[in-house]
């Protein structure tokens, strides 16, 4: 499952990244922390804007 920009927040909201491992643009990963507890983060992996260019090649 892959998304762009705030994407991820919004998959958080429904549920779809409980206890999974994810990843988001370095502005956005303390949000995503902090409103959803259930979400596990990605150590050391942080994205940015290429990222919805590599997503769209695969």
């Known amino acids: 499952m892959a998304s762009v920009f705030t ?6 909201r429904a549920g779809l990244l ?4 994810a990843t988001t643009h370095r502005r956005w990963r303390d949000a995503l922390a902090d409103r959803f507890q259930a979400v596990r983060l990605a150590e050391g992996r942080v994205v ?6 590599e997503i769209a090649c695969h």
């Open 18 to 21: 409980d206890l999974r491992q």
């Open 7 to 12: 994407g991820a927040l919004l998959l958080a």
């Open 48 to 53: 940015g804007l290429t990222f919805g260019l």
